[in-house]
């Protein structure tokens, strides 16, 4: 059954970045995309960006456009998500979640998720 392991997150001064990666296991499809979710306390899961197995990548949420990126490695089956300057309004648990098509929709497009990573950024 297909897993995602995620890795990364952690407490990060304002300004400073953080790179998570999610691992998919047990993956034998070629054609997939993962995609990074969000949420913070009291707020709904907001989708942040995506990678495809297609070379595809996207970042969707306006707040950390210009500061994150989504990028992936075919070869381990990996996506990464690079993020820079990070601000106290990023902290939230972040979740990568797969499907076997193209990057598209909202979480319920998503039926494969990893177990989530804390990322705090505070002084």
């Known amino acids: 059954q297909l897993q995602l392991v995620e890795s990364g997150g952690g407490l990060v001064q304002p300004g400073g970045s953080l790179r998570l990666s999610c691992a998919a296991s047990?993956?034998?499809?070629?054609?997939?995309?993962i995609a990074w979710f969000r949420q913070a306390p009291g707020k709904e899961r907001e989708g942040v960006a995506c990678a495809s197995s297609t070379g595809f990548s996207a970042v969707y949420a306006d707040s950390v456009k210009g500061r994150f990126t989504a990028s992936g490695d075919n070869a381990k089956k990996t996506v990464y998500l690079q993020m820079n300057n990070l601000k106290p309004d990023d902290t939230a648990v972040y979740y990568c979640?797969?499907?076997?098509?193209?990057?598209?929709?909202?979480?319920?497009?998503?039926?494969?998720w990893g177990q989530g990573t804390q990322v705090t950024v505070s002084s």
């Open positions: 047990e993956f034998t499809s070629d054609y997939y995309a």
């Open positions: 979640a797969a499907r076997l098509s193209g990057c598209s929709g909202g979480p319920i497009s998503y039926p494969y």
